[in-house]
C-alpha cells in the first residue's frame, strides 16, 4: 500500500477494504484467486442489494393452517414439521451483497454473510464520505 494511503475501514475477514484512495476487495481459496479495485474517485454508486422469498413464510402459515383440518396427530405433526422446515428455509435463503460500482462500469460485489445490517450501512456511508472527502480536496 502506498505510504500516503491509509485504511479507514475493512471487513473482519480483510477481503473488503476501504482506504483513502480506493475500496479493494480480495478473495482467495485453495481453487481460486480474485482482486478488484476501485479508485475512491472513480466511485458512481454503492448500495446493499437483499434477495429473499417471502413466499416460503406464506406456504409456512398456509401449512400451519392446514394443521387444524387435519384428523390424525402423525398428520397434524408432518404438518408442524413442514412449517417449521419452510421458515428454516426462508431464513437460509436469504441474502445480501454489498455493491460498489464504478464509473467505468466496473463493480465489486460482496457477500454481507456475518456482517450486521448496522456494519454494512456504515462500510456504504464511508465510502460515500470518502468520496465526498476525495472529490473536496481536488477541487
Known amino acids: ?10 471487513s473482519d ?4 477494504i476501504l482506504t483513502s ?4 476487495h480480495e478473495e482467495k481459496s485453495a ?10 474517485d472513480q466511485v458512481a454508486t454503492c448500495a446493499l442489494n437483499t434477495r429473499s422469498f417471502p413466499v416460503l413464510l406464506v406456504l409456512a402459515v398456509l401449512t400451519g393452517l392446514v394443521i387444524i383440518g387435519l384428523p390424525e396427530a402423525e398428520q397434524r405433526i408432518l404438518a408442524g414439521v413442514v412449517a417449521v422446515a419452510l ?12 455493491e460498489i460500482f464504478s464509473t467505468s462500469g466496473e463493480s465489486i460485489a460482496v457477500p454481507t454473510k456475518g456482517l450486521s445490517h448496522d456494519q454494512v450501512k456504515q462500510f456504504l456511508e464511508a465510502v460515500e464520505s470518502q468520496y465526498h472527502n476525495s472529490c473536496g480536496s481536488s477541487s
Open 21 to 24: 484512495k480506493r475500496v479493494k
Open 31 to 40: 481453487s481460486k484467486s480474485k482482486y478488484k479495485s476501485i479508485p475512491i
Open 87 to 98: 421458515v428454516v428455509a426462508y431464513f437460509l435463503t436469504r441474502k445480501g451483497q454489498i
Open 13 to 16: 475477514d480483510n477481503s473488503l
Open 1 to 10: 500500500m502506498p505510504i500516503n494511503e491509509k485504511i479507514i475501514m475493512s
